[in-house]
């Protein structure tokens, strides 16, 4: 039996009848280079053959009686790999279309708890001879990088796989009686308020700190393109868009891939990261996707980044080990060399924010919501619609470092690995890149209503890159901006600080 912690708890407690706190992805495999058919039965036997490498697939959640504290895992003894391991067919042409309207329907549907909290579909029926594997898990078991090591079990360096040690039956656990679960509880909740104090204690020494890094942050102005200027971003508010407003349970999903060759040569050439090329990607998506729709704002977007804070001794674990920083997302910038340079300024500042901060402060602060008073919490703000008035970002923008060498699953090549993540109250758009051997695979997700025309974003996306190229000619390489003196004084400051 284990104990889910504050932040793995939070992605419970945020689901509401059209809120879901489950991601996926979708993997494009070609069946031929499978020593053996590819049908059903293969398919399932090979997860299943795995679940000694995935305990948390074999577990299932116990809550604390009146959701006083956070729940447990505990092992289930009725497990059914044929309720979690299924199998659909598109019908022809069976193109990427089909394929991305079927992966938002079976996204839009939140995951039984009272069994492990995951689902896998194999889909036939593509065009070309290829098959696919969506598959979900609850946010509250894995994040992106604890995600990726369960696909790194389910998949293989060759096609004719590799030894896995047999399946062990671990005993038979009962969930623990309600005095049990209650005296536990009420043993952690007496540690909390020296656990507060602590926080608090810390909170307050990184104020200072803090607030210089916040000082950092240089941006064009609204509408010039020009370098001199600067721009204020008001704290905890994002301007609205479309996609700002609250969600319905159906979804959008649309997908696209990004050579990651040439996103290395415009990193190259303007002496930058990828990191900083995939932000100027998606602020001129958007920017382009709130154009046509007449909603472009005066001020740039704000965007949230999710980093992983998984140490070394944490790697294998699963749960979620996970911060996030804060970033102004240029679209109000019209020339695409400046918003290259403006993601790079942007990114630079909110690392120098969110190394202020201590990496484990959002799991510790999480750690003192009860579920009970966490599920009132997020229901109380989707009923006054709080994120829509006042919002501190406009969408998530996910970078997630995948493997660069071939895999296979029961012996197909993977060709594909697109993200397929999750959308919130207030923010019903997400996009998230996921790296595969050489090409960059996006994966957006948002509500249908709010973003019916995702497809067009996730051309604008694909079309970024050759706008970007055009703007970085080879023999003019382009340099990240310098800082001004003051700016200059004020990181030292900040260095001082820290």
Not at 140 to 169: K, M, Q
Not at 346 to 373: C, N, T, W, Y
Not at 381 to 386: D, E, G
Request: glycine share 6%.
């Amino acid at each position: 039996m284990q104990q889910l912690t504050g932040l793995d708890a939070a992605f419970l407690a945020m689901e509401t009848r059209t809120v879901f706190g489950h991601v996926g992805s979708v993997c494009v495999i070609d069946p031929s280079t499978a020593p053996e058919p590819l049908t059903f039965e293969r398919f399932t036997r090979v997860i299943e053959e795995r679940l000694s490498l995935i305990p948390v697939f074999r577990r299932r959640l116990v809550e604390v009686p009146f959701g006083l504290d956070q729940p447990y895992w505990i092992e289930d003894s009725h497990f059914d790999i044929e309720f979690h391991v299924r199998e659909l067919a598109l019908p022809s042409p069976g193109d990427d279309q089909q394929l991305a309207e079927q992966v938002a329907r079976l996204h839009a549907r939140p995951l039984d708890r009272s069994r492990p909290l995951w689902e896998v579909y194999l889909i036939s029926g593509l065009a070309d001879g290829r098959a696919a594997f969506y598959s979900k898990v609850h946010h509250a078991a894995i994040d992106g990088i604890s995600g990726n090591d369960i696909f790194a079990a389910v998949l293989d360096l060759t096609p004719e796989g590799r030894p896995i040690p047999p399946v062990i039956r671990n005993a038979r656990e009962e969930p623990p009686n309600g005095l049990t679960m209650l005296a536990r509880s009420a043993l952690s909740l007496a540690g909390h308020p020296a656990r507060a104090t602590k926080v608090t204690a810390s909170l307050l020494k990184l104020v200072p700190g803090f607030v210089a890094a916040a000082a950092t942050a240089i941006l064009p102005t609204n509408g010039q393109d020009t370098d001199g200027a600067l721009l204020t971003q008001p704290v905890l508010r994002a301007p609205h868009t479309p996609f700002n407003a609250t969600i319905t349970q159906h979804r959008r999903w649309a997908a696209c891939d990004v050579s990651l060759t040439d996103v290395k040569a415009i990193k190259n050439a303007a002496g930058l990261t990828v990191n900083d090329v995939v932000m100027a990607l998606c602020a001129g998506a958007l920017r382009r996707w709130l154009i046509d729709h007449d909603a472009l704002p005066a001020t740039p977007l704000v965007s949230a980044v999710p980093v992983s804070v998984r140490t070394d001794d944490q790697k294998g674990t699963h749960g979620n080990r996970v911060s996030m920083m804060f970033s102004v997302l240029p679209t109000h910038l019209a020339e695409p060399r400046n918003r290259l340079r403006a993601a790079h300024e942007a990114m630079r500042a909110a690392k120098e924010q969110h190394g202020a901060i201590p990496a484990s402060l959002l799991a510790d602060v999480s750690q003192f919501a009860a579920p009970v008073l966490a599920n009132q919490a997020w229901r109380l703000s989707a009923r006054l619609r709080l994120l829509e008035r006042v919002n501190p970002f406009n969408l998530i923008i996910s970078n997630v470092p995948g493997p660069n060498i071939p895999l296979y699953c029961a012996g197909a090549e993977l060709h594909a690995y697109y993200p397929v993540s999750a959308i919130t109250d207030g923010q019903g758009l997400n996009i998230t890149v996921l790296s595969y051997r050489d090409t960059l695979h996006f994966g957006l997700i948002a509500c249908r209503e709010l973003v019916p025309d995702i497809s067009e974003l996730a051309r604008y996306l694909k079309e970024e890159v050759d706008v970007l190229t055009a703007a970085l000619p080879k023999e003019t390489p382009a340099q990240p901006r310098r800082r001004t003196a003051s700016a200059s004084k004020k990181a030292h400051s900040t260095s001082a600080a820290r």
